[in-house]
Every structure is written in C-alpha cells, then in structure tokens.
C-alpha cells in the first residue's frame, strides 16, 4: 500500500519545480516569510521536520551561520538524497540530513532551540504526535513554527482551494495527494487548540489565500492539561473523519462514560474518482486515524469495535446510529464562517437535524480566545 514517504520519492528530482508551479511561486515566499519569524541568530539550534529536498533548511543554514546546527530530518531518503547535492554557500552551517519520521524524532528531549515543520504536518500520519515530538525536542523558552496548508473556514479560503484542486489535477499522480492530503489536514484552530494543549502559549498566526495557508509561532511554556465534566452514558457512536477535533471525543468518552460500555468508532470515506494509489494512501490515512482513536480509548473499560464505511458521511452515521439503537452520537463540531459554511460543519449539521437519537457535539476547545491573526 502506497505511503506518502513512497509518493514523494518519485517526485523528489521536480518536487521544487512543480512545487513553485503549484503555488504560482508562492511557496517560495511563504517559506521566506516563515523563516523570517524564526527570528534565527548565530549560534542557534535549529530542526526542520519534513525537510524535503532542503530549500528552506538551507535559509535557516545562512541565519545561524558556522557557529550554529541545523538538522533536516524526512522520511523519504530520496528526497534527502536531492538535499545532499544542494551548494550551502558560504557562511553557513553544516546541515546534518537525516531519515526519519516526525512522529518519532530520534533526537533527546529539549536539544533545539527553533523547531519547524513546512508543509509536511499534514503528510504525518499522526500530525498530533508529530507535534508532541516537536514540542518534546524543542527547550524551554524555544520557538516552534509551523508552516501548513489547512482546512479552511472562510469563504475565500475555500474558493483558494477549490482552485488548487483544480490544478493538481493537472499535475503527475503523486501531486495528486496534494488533495488529498487536505482532507487529513487540521484548520487553523484545531492546530492552535492542540499547539496549546501541548505546552506552547503567545501564538501568532499569519495567513494566505483567505485561510488555505498559514504560519504558527509560538513559544514553549509547559502548562497542565485542561480536566473536562464527568457523567455516565452507556453506548455511543463516535464519528471520526481524520480531524483533531473528532479526536477529542476521546476525552469526553473516557471522563464521561462508566465501564463497560460500547463504543462504535465510525468513520465513512467519501467517495472519490481519485486513482487507486492515491486511494489507497487514502484509505491508509483513515485506517490510521480509527487506530489513534482506539488507541486513545481507556480499552480495557469498554467495548470498542471500529467501522470503516464508504460513503455520504451524514447519512451513513444518521443510519449506522439508527441500526445499533445508540444512545449517544458523538461528532466533532469545527467551527464554519457563515458566509458559505454551516456554523457547525456540513456532516455534524447533517447529523444534528436528521438522526433519531441524542447528539452530542464536541467542539474544538481551544485553551484561551487570544487572537492576534494578520490575514494578508
């Protein structure tokens, strides 16, 4: 089954190139951009995860020049292999590439002082341990900034990537996935609420493109984790779709619900005329968030059975909730401008207004409501 490390193995040689045509030569400046907040200084220590063939790790090489570390770690070795021939120019420090995963960083905790993933959050199969790893790695006081491509929820954002699927499908297959991808991808606030959870506080954020493309920064300070209610409910159906928010049902079943009881974790793919590789990456992707969310799940209290369906998502958890005579429906709620968006989201309004049996909707819960967003 077809990887995302495998599928950007085949593009390494024109990842730059076709890159800068997808984005009309944007990413080269949002890369820029991202760098500048670094605020990178001689001497510093500096990981990119995610690094590709190096085009930004090597910016940050210049920065914090020969006194300085830069470490670019990526699961795909060809692509480090395209990142090795590159020329660092002359003043900068020596890059160490190295193959791995973002989920499982290979360095000890607190080593860097600047930590950034750039368009590959997305391309993790768990981008939240990816971001735990990161936070892990990264000192106290130190900087994490993360450049992505996210779900968006304004009106623009959304019409920017209706326009950006149209693109790729006019690029090779493996650009394809850049599609895809988004499917998997956080918005703006779920990667915020979650940044937060893990220790991270005084975030900024900066987006392109309404809010398909946004920069975070953000400082660690290690706080403790939030304590949600606590009642008791026997049997639910718990809706994930591969985002954040879904996954924070977790808590909620686990703090919530007595011992012994079922729990149906229910996720539909939607149908799509993609080709069966990046289907099946697809499907990975999905298979791989039903594991995180079992694996969430205290299972030793509960009965927990996983259901991979496909399909239109609404309908199918209304009908799967209506066959097992569930007792609660449990969905996460993304919030959605009202210009061209349902506040609650299109599968959790589907849900709301059409099932049978209780809803419970489980919002995104950032930490604090402190703004400071810039959109250009």
């Keep these: 089954m077809p990887k995302t490390p495998e599928l950007f193995n085949e593009i390494a040689t024109h990842y730059e190139?076709?890159?800068?045509?997808?984005?009309?030569?944007?990413?080269?400046?949002?890369?820029?951009?991202?760098v500048d907040t670094m605020h990178l200084a001689p001497g510093l220590r500096v990981l990119d995860v995610g690094c590709g063939t190096g085009s930004a790790t090597r910016l940050m090489a210049q920065r914090v020049g020969v006194s300085g570390e830069v470490v670019g770690l990526d699961p795909a070795e060809t692509m480090l292999t395209q990142a090795r021939t590159m020329d660092l120019g002359i003043g900068s420090a020596a890059i160490?590439?190295?193959?791995?995963?973002?989920?499982?960083?290979?360095?000890?905790?607190?080593?860097?002082?600047?930590?950034?993933?750039q368009f590959s959050l997305r391309n993790m199969e768990d981008w939240v341990q990816g971001v735990r790893e990161m936070v892990r790695v990264l000192k106290d006081h130190g900087q994490l900034t993360i450049l992505e491509m996210v779900q968006p929820t304004t009106t623009l954002g959304a019409v920017a990537r209706r326009g950006l699927d149209m693109v790729a499908h006019l690029a090779p297959l493996p650009y394809q996935w850049l599609e895809t991808s988004l499917?998997?991808?956080?918005?703006?606030?779920?990667?915020r609420g979650e940044v937060m959870r893990l220790g991270v506080k005084s975030i900024a954020t900066h987006h392109w493109l309404g809010d398909l493309v946004v920069v975070l920064n953000g400082v660690k300070e290690l706080t403790p984790p939030v304590v949600a209610p606590v009642s008791q409910d026997p049997t639910v159906v718990w809706g994930v779709d591969g985002s954040?928010?879904?996954?924070?049902?977790?808590?909620?079943?686990?703090?919530?619900?007595?011992?012994?009881a079922t729990v149906h974790i229910?996720?539909?793919?939607?149908?799509?005329?993609?080709?069966?590789?990046?289907?099946?990456?697809?499907r990975h992707f999905w298979v791989q968030q039903q594991t995180k969310a079992?694996?969430?799940?205290?299972?030793?209290?509960?009965?927990?059975?996983?259901?991979?369906?496909?399909?239109?998502?609404?309908?199918?958890?209304v009908q799967f909730a209506q066959d097992t005579q569930a007792t609660w429906v449990v969905?996460?709620?993304?919030?959605?401008?009202?210009?061209?968006?349902?506040?609650?989201?299109r599968v959790a309004q589907y849900v709301a207004t059409?099932?049978?049996?209780?809803i419970l909707l489980i919002p995104t819960e950032p930490p604090d409501r402190e703004r400071g967003d810039t959109v250009f």
Excluded at 96 to 117: C, I, K, M, N, Y
Aim: proline share 7%; hydrophobic share 35%; net charge neutral.
């Design 96 to 117: 160490q590439w190295v193959g791995g995963q973002g989920e499982h960083l290979p360095f000890e905790s607190a080593r860097f002082d600047r930590v950034t993933a």
């Design 183 to 191: 499917q998997h991808a956080p918005t703006t606030e779920e990667l």
């Design 266 to 282: 229910v996720s539909v793919i939607p149908p799509t005329s993609r080709e069966s590789r990046v289907r099946e990456t697809d």
């Design 17 to 34: 190139l076709w890159s800068n045509a997808l984005s009309a030569e944007g990413i080269r400046a949002w890369h820029r951009f991202a």
């Design 331 to 345: 969905v996460g709620r993304k919030p959605r401008n009202s210009a061209g968006h349902n506040p609650l989201g």
């Design 354 to 358: 059409h099932a049978t049996r209780p």
């Design 244 to 260: 954040v928010t879904a996954l924070h049902v977790a808590k909620w079943i686990n703090e919530c619900m007595g011992s012994g």
């Design 294 to 317: 079992h694996s969430l799940l205290v299972s030793e209290r509960y009965h927990i059975e996983t259901h991979l369906l496909t399909g239109s998502p609404g309908p199918l958890l």
